[in-house]
C-alpha cells in the first residue's frame, strides 16, 4: 500500500444559483491573458443542454478518457503511442473554435463619443475577439443558461440521448414543465488522468504531494494530445503561446492553506475543500473494474479511512506531515464522499477516477410530494415522488453514476430524509427513527450531515493544510528558477520578440 495525499472539491448543487461569480473572478485570476479569451478554467452550465465545448459529453465523437480492451486492459480512447504519433499535426478529435465559442468585444466608444442630437440611437456591435472583425454571437460558453436556450439545442443533450426511451420522454422544455440546475465544472484533477498519459513530451503531470494535475510550459510542445484525452474537455490551447492550459487549483492559494478562487468567492457557499488519502496501488485496478456501474463503489474503495489507526501510522511512515493527516481526519470531503456517501463524481464511466465531486440537486422533491397528494415525511411516498421528477433519476444518473438509476435515488432519498427528518426536529421534538431505518444513518450522522450541508462554518467547508515547510522551500525554489511568468515574457515559450508567433489555425479548424 502506497498512501498518498489528494486535494479534492465536492460541490452541492443544490445551492448553486447560477450566477457565475466563480466563473469571473477564475477568469480575471487566471485566463485575462493574450490567447485565452475561449477559456474557461471554470464554467457554470445549464443542465439539461450540450455543456461547453459542445457536446463534450459524447466520447464516441471526441474519444476522451479511457476504455477497456478485448482483454480487459486500460488504454486510451484516443489510441496507443503509435496512434497518436501519426495524429501529431493532424488531430481529428481537437475542438474547433466553433465547439466552444467566439469570443466576441464591443467598441464602448462609439457609444461614449456619439454626437449630440442623433435621430438614431448607436449600437455597439460585437467584434471578433481573435480577428478584430464583424461577427454574429450565435453561442456561448453557456448558451442554455437558465434555460434560455434549451429549447434550441438541449434535446441534443448526450445524456438524453443514453438514458432509457421512457426517462428520455419525460425530459420537457416547454414552459412549466421543464426543470434545470446549474453543474460548475473545473479540471477534475483526476486519480487516474488520461491527459497525463496521453501527453507525448511528459509537460502534464500530476504532484506527488497534493494530486493537483499541472502543465510543465517549458515542456509542451503544443501536441493538442492532452486536449482530446481529457474526457472533460477542460485543458485548453493558449493560440498565442501554442501552450496547454488548464485549471491549477488555484496551488499557490493551496500551498498557503487558503481555498481556490472560485471557492473563496462562491455566492452559494456551495463548495468544499479537503485532503483525501488513497492507496496509489489500488487506482489502476479501482479504474479497470469491468462493469462502469462498479466504478463508484471501486473508487471509493480506494479512499483510505483517516480515522483508522492503521492508515494514520503507514501515512507517518510514509513521510507524510502529522498537519496532512490531522486535515485528512477533519475533511469535509471525505465526509460527504466516503462517510455520507451522498457526493458522487462526474462520468464515473471515463475511468479516469475524478476528484471533484457533486452532491446532486434535490430541491423540487418535497414540493412535489406534496402536490401529489402524498405525506412528504414518509420514506416511501418521498421515495416514490423522487421517482417520478420531472428531471428523471436516470439523468442524474447518467451524470454520475455511469446511469445506475438506484444508486442516484439512493443519495436523493438520504438528502430528501435528512430534510423531513431535521424539520421533524426543528417543529416538535421528534426522532423520525422510520425514515433513519430507511437510509441506514443515525441521527447523529444525519443531524452532522444537515449542519455541513447548511450552516458549515468557513474553516468546517475548507480544511486544506499549507504546503509543508520542506515542501514550500522546494516549490518556491521551483518558481524562482523562472524569471517572470513563462508565457508571458518577450521570448518566452511560443513567442518572438514579445508578439504572437502563432496563428490562430490550431482552433479555426479541425483538421
Not at 124 to 139: I, N, Q
Not at 429 to 437: K, Q
Amino acid at each position: 500500500m502506497r498512501i498518498r495525499a489528494q486535494v479534492a472539491m465536492v460541490m452541492n448543487l443544490d445551492k448553486c444559483i447560477g450566477c457565475h461569480t466563480c466563473s469571473v473572478t477564475c477568469k480575471q485570476t487566471w485566463t485575462n491573458r493574450d490567447g485565452t479569451e475561449y477559456v474557461w478554467f471554470n464554467n457554470v452550465e445549464t443542465k439539461p443542454g450540450i455543456g461547453y465545448p459542445k457536446h463534450y459529453e459524447d466520447q464516441d465523437r471526441w474519444h476522451g478518457g479511457w476504455q477497456l480492451d478485448g482483454k480487459g486492459r486500460l488504454r486510451l480512447r484516443s489510441g496507443g503511442r503509435v496512434q497518436r504519433l501519426t495524429r501529431l499535426f493532424a488531430n481529428p478529435d481537437l475542438p474547433s473554435i466553433d465547439d466552444y465559442y467566439e469570443p466576441a468585444i464591443f467598441d464602448k466608444d462609439i457609444l461614449v463619443n456619439a454626437p449630440a442630437g442623433l435621430s438614431d440611437t448607436p449600437v455597439k456591435r460585437p467584434h471578433s475577439a481573435l480577428t478584430g472583425e464583424p461577427m454574429a454571437v450565435t453561442w456561448g460558453a453557456n448558451w442554455e443558461d437558465s434555460l434560455g436556450g434549451a429549447h434550441e439545442h438541449a434535446g441534443a443533450d448526450p445524456n438524453i440521448a443514453r438514458m432509457p426511451a421512457e426517462a428520455a420522454a419525460r425530459v420537457k422544455f416547454e414552459f412549466e414543465k421543464t426543470f434545470m440546475f446549474h453543474l460548475p465544472r473545473i479540471c477534475e484533477h483526476c486519480l487516474n488522468p488520461a491527459c497525463v498519459s496521453a501527453c507525448p513530451s511528459g509537460a502534464m503531470y500530476k504532484r506527488a504531494e497534493d494530486g493537483i494535475v499541472l502543465v510543465d510550459q517549458d515542456r509542451c510542445r503544443g501536441w493538442r494530445m492532452c486536449v482530446s484525452a481529457c474526457p472533460y474537455k477542460k485543458v485548453y490551447v493558449n493560440h498565442a503561446t501554442g501552450k496547454a492550459e488548464k485549471c491549477t487549483l488555484c496551488f499557490p492559494r493551496i500551498e498557503a492553506g487558503l481555498p481556490t478562487i472560485c471557492s473563496e468567492t462562491c455566492v452559494g457557499r456551495l463548495r468544499y475543500l479537503g485532503i483525501v488519502l488513497y492507496d496509489e496501488d489500488a487506482v489502476l485496478a479501482a479504474a479497470s473494474v469491468p462493469d462502469e456501474r462498479d466504478l463508484l463503489d471501486a473508487q471509493r474503495g480506494v479512499f483510505l479511512d483517516p480515522a483508522d489507526p492503521a492508515v494514520r501510522q503507514a501515512a507517518r511512515d510514509a513521510g507524510m506531515p502529522p498537519e496532512w493527516i490531522e486535515a485528512a481526519q477533519r475533511s469535509p470531503v471525505w465526509r460527504l464522499i466516503a462517510e455520507y456517501k451522498i457526493a458522487l463524481p462526474l462520468h464515473p464511466e471515463y475511468r479516469t477516477l475524478p476528484m471533484v465531486w457533486y452532491v446532486p440537486p434535490l430541491s423540487p422533491v418535497l414540493d412535489a410530494a406534496g402536490a401529489a397528494g402524498r405525506d412528504d415525511t414518509d420514506a416511501d411516498d418521498v421515495f416514490h415522488t423522487i421517482r417520478e421528477l420531472r428531471i428523471p433519476v436516470e439523468y442524474l444518473a447518467e451524470l454520475f453514476t455511469a446511469g445506475d438509476a438506484d444508486a442516484a435515488a439512493g443519495v436523493l432519498m438520504k438528502l430528501a430524509v435528512m430534510r423531513s427528518y431535521m424539520r421533524a426536529r426543528s417543529l416538535d421534538g421528534t426522532v423520525a427513527e422510520d425514515l433513519l431505518a430507511g437510509i441506514g444513518m443515525t441521527a447523529a450522522q444525519v443531524e452532522s450531515m444537515y449542519r455541513l450541508l447548511a450552516i458549515a462554518k468557513y474553516d468546517e467547508r475548507y480544511v486544506i493544510p499549507a504546503a509543508h515547510r520542506e515542501d514550500a522551500a522546494a516549490l518556491e525554489a521551483q518558481a524562482a528558477a523562472h524569471d517572470g511568468c513563462a508565457l508571458d515574457r518577450a521570448g518566452g515559450p511560443g513567442m518572438t520578440d514579445g508578439r504572437r508567433g502563432l496563428t490562430l489555425n490550431p482552433l479555426r479548424s479541425r483538421p
